[in-house]
Antibody, heavy 123, light 107 residues
């Protein structure tokens, strides 16, 4: 059974860096079958894909977040992480980690999600 | 970015009703379209991927169709547990984008 679990501070000060970790069980981050994503949900912007990291460390992120995002993975711990710098109140959201599965040339989809972590940006 | 537009934004229906939710993409996304169900306080749950493939374990009353820019999610006979918010999402190109959601409420 694949499970993902987010962890990290629930409150971040404006201009500081938001850091979250996703711990994965039941699947290996060393597998080339999957991409590991961060997605957030806020009342104002709905669901927003933040980016993903691949088993080899390659990553891709939403250009809307400019260069504020770093997504990395630690295969020895089977975890991947999100760092979002220079946060503002607009970054207040529930942050989900998710596994993206792919059927090459046909389908990409998020088949497993963490329960979500609420992060508030406030002084 | 590819814009995803769902309609309606909200919908009232009764148990046993047939419900159709539509999703339109701002450009051709072939069949790279997924549907999710979200209940309050929970993460989204994958229902359908590649426009029409039912995810394992999802009841057969859910079905999806479409390709290109126009897609539909159909629930053939609403059950009490189906009252939730539904989202479409394009996986054709990054940044992946979601529709704004359709809230399905009990009439």
């Amino acid at each position: 059974q694949v499970q993902l679990q987010e962890s990290g501070p629930g409150l971040v000060r404006p201009s500081e860096t938001l850091s979250l970790t996703c711990s994965v069980s039941g699947a290996s981050l060393n597998s080339d079958k999957y991409y590991w994503s961060w997605i957030r949900q806020s009342p104002g912007k709905g669901l927003e894909w933040i980016g993903y990291v691949y088993y080899n460390g390659n990553s891709n992120h939403n250009p809307s977040l400019r260069s504020r995002v770093i997504i990395s993975r630690d295969t020895s711990k089977n975890q991947f992480s999100l760092m979002l710098s220079s946060v503002t109140a607009a970054d207040t959201a529930v942050y989900y980690c998710a596994r993206e599965s792919r059927v090459v040339g046909r389908a990409y989809y998020f088949d497993y999600w963490g329960q979500g972590a609420l992060v508030a940006v406030s002084s | 970015d590819i814009q995803m537009t769902q309609s309606p934004s909200s919908l009232s229906a009764s148990v046993g009703d047939r419900v159709i939710i539509t999703c339109r993409a701002s450009q051709n996304i072939r069949s790279y379209l997924d549907w999710y169900q979200q209940k309050p306080g929970q993460a989204p749950k994958l229902l359908i991927y590649a426009a029409s493939t039912l995810q394992s374990g999802v009841p057969s009353r859910f079905s999806g169709s479409g390709s290109g820019t126009d897609f539909t999610l159909t629930i053939s006979s609403l059950q009490p547990e189906d009252f939730a918010t539904y989202y479409c999402q394009q996986s054709f190109s990054t940044p992946y984008t979601f529709g704004q959601g359709t809230k399905l409420e009990i009439k």
